[in-house]
């Protein structure tokens, strides 16, 4: 379905949405979206790429305030850095966008949908798509992949209707959103990232 005034697609009977979110700047103008257009976000915030601990507790500090402003559900994910490490493992001199950030996507993106998957909401979208700094194709490849594992790991023949969670690809940039998220960076005063978030990006 197109909202008439928008470039944003949205799925037919898509009213609510497991929000994988990077950080509050790049939350702000997709939450607000979303609910314009009568569609409940239930954000997730699941980083554990982000190092050290002290920069991830601003990060998720942030999220977790811009939730609660607006009174949106807000789900904290574990600080499991050692597994994303594990994840990434082998891949810490890739540069940004390249195989490394692929794999950072997917993990994030696999824990989204299972959590999606536990509490039954039938879609998973993620902030990560609307940075410029970031490469869409993977990051909608990334939440593609993660669907696809959740599914074959279900033992069900077929996706339609199985209820299992499916991916949102979109590209948030669109609609000004990308205009907008900066006026909101500024309304909130939101903590300014300075990197990406891991160690490797930290270096760079
Ligand atoms: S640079 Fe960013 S996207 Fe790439 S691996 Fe590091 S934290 Fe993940």
Redesign the pocket.
């Known amino acids: 379905m197109k909202c008439p005034t928008s470039h944003i697609i949205v799925p037919d009977g898509l009213d609510r949405v497991l929000l994988h979110a990077c950080c509050a700047p790049c939350s702000s103008a997709i939450v607000e979206w979303l609910v314009a257009h009568n569609i409940e976000p239930v954000i997730y915030y699941y980083n554990p790429?982000i190092y050290p601990l002290e920069e991830y507790e601003i990060r998720k500090q942030e999220s977790k305030r811009h939730a609660e402003s607006l009174g949106i559900k807000w789900i904290d994910g574990d600080y499991a850095h050692d597994q994303w490490r594990q994840a990434?493992c082998g891949l810490e001199h890739e540069p940004?966008r390249g195989k490394?950030?692929e794999q950072?996507?997917y993990h994030r993106l696999l824990a989204t949908a299972r959590k999606a998957q536990e509490l039954g909401i039938p879609w998973f979208a993620t902030t990560l798509a609307s940075s410029r700094w970031?490469n869409l194709d993977q990051v909608n490849a990334a939440g593609l992949r993660a669907q696809s594992f959740v599914f074959e790991h279900s033992g069900l023949l077929s996706l339609s209707d199985s209820g299992l969670p499916r991916f949102w690809a979109q590209n948030w940039r669109k609609d000004g959103l990308q205009d907008r998220r900066n006026a909101l960076l500024k309304q909130y005063n939101f903590y300014n990232q300075r990197y990406?978030?891991?160690e490797?990006?930290f270096r760079e």
């Open positions: 790429n990434v940004e490394r950030c950072c996507f970031k990406c978030g891991c490797f990006s």
